[in-house]
């Protein structure tokens, strides 16, 4: 069986040896080889050129057997591409080119040029498709309508997310507004990918556990939703959130084929509210990759016992994997998992 044989086995909920296994941001910093690469080209160069996107995005799969590839990029192309560029910030986190803060800015930010505007996001995965040759998953991604809208009005990373929320609390029609734009540009940008060679897409609603548990269907779920509705015929959806726990059954209910965990819920229990036929994808913390391989092995294989009886098992980290993970940590996490017997 390939590895992409496997993986569409797990989205379909069928029962399997062994899960398959990836990890998000997993071209990071972790590897050397990744480094030796950002000393000559910026984050940008690497992921706006599709030859260095491709060799960026095959490291990882160079050296860990594992059963997918992810494109490399960041889910901050789509606001570039409708005119608010982002910058990483010396002191760390995302600095976008200038803050959304008027209805008129939303009004000026453009969503009919966007697959243009990111073709060099189509080469780049045609270039893995054909490397990968059908033997192992091809995923996509982009962030959901909400978690970009932070990084857009927050004019960046944030602490308190306060600007946003004042737009979602006092301004609703210009919030609608700007997150109905968001949402087309991804509904555009998913089939793009989808036509030029991902298998599925992860959607990354990375601070939907910032909101009020009553305004998450309404800031964020309703919007993650319409996309899904308007792509799940052509690819199937990865959904993750961070911190979101308590909306489990609703997120599987807006039709995703995966619904993605963080760490912070033993995953039997994320498992018992979601339904049969949608898979699930999670769940080890990425700071276990700090530690030693023999904790790692540990914690993963419980993992692996608890949703062994559970048909639709994708194994991943709870989040992206960090640049102080070890590299022994992740062949021992990859050995764990590919000599797993159910
Ligand atoms: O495995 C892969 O190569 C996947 C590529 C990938 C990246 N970003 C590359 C990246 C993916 C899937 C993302 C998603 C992403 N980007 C998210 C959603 C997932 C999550 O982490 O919650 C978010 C919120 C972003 C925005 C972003 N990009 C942040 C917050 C940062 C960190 C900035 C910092 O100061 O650390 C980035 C940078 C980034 N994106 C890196 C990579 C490899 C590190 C850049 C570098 O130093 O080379």
Known sequence: MTSKQRFLAALNCQPLDRPPIWVMRQAGRYLPEYRALKEKYSFLELAQTPELALEVTMQPLRRFPLDAAILFSDILVIPEAMGQGYHFRDQG??????????????????????????????????????????????????????????????????????????????????YERLLEKISDALIAYFKMQHAAGADAIQIF????????????????????RKIIDAVKDDVSIILYAKGTTPHLKRQAACGPKAVAVDWTVPIEEAAAQIPANIAIQGNLDPVLLNTT????????????????????????????????????????????????KA
């Open 93 to 174: 986190g995302i600095g976008m080119d200038y803050t959304l803060d008027s209805a008129s800015q939303i009004e000026q930010l453009t969503t009919d040029t966007v697959t243009e505007k990111l073709d060099y996001v189509a080469q780049a995965l045609r270039l893995i498709a054909a490397e990968l040759d059908s033997s192992k998953m091809l995923l996509g991604f982009g962030g959901s309508p909400w978690t970009l809208a932070t990084y857009m009005v927050e004019g960046g990373s944030s602490k308190n997310f306060d600007k946003i929320k004042a737009l979602y609390y006092e301004d609703r029609a210009t």
């Open 205 to 224: 609603d990375s601070w939907g556990g910032i909101l009020s548990g009553e305004d998450y269907e309404d800031a964020s779920l309703k919007w993650i």
């Open 293 to 340: 391989p023999s904790i790692v092995q540990d914690r993963a294989s419980r993992i692996l016992s608890a949703m062994k009886n559970r048909p639709g098992h994708i194994f991943n980290l709870g989040h992206g994997i960090l640049p102080t993970a070890k590299i022994e940590n992740m062949e021992a996490l990859c050995h764990t998992i590919t000599t797993w």
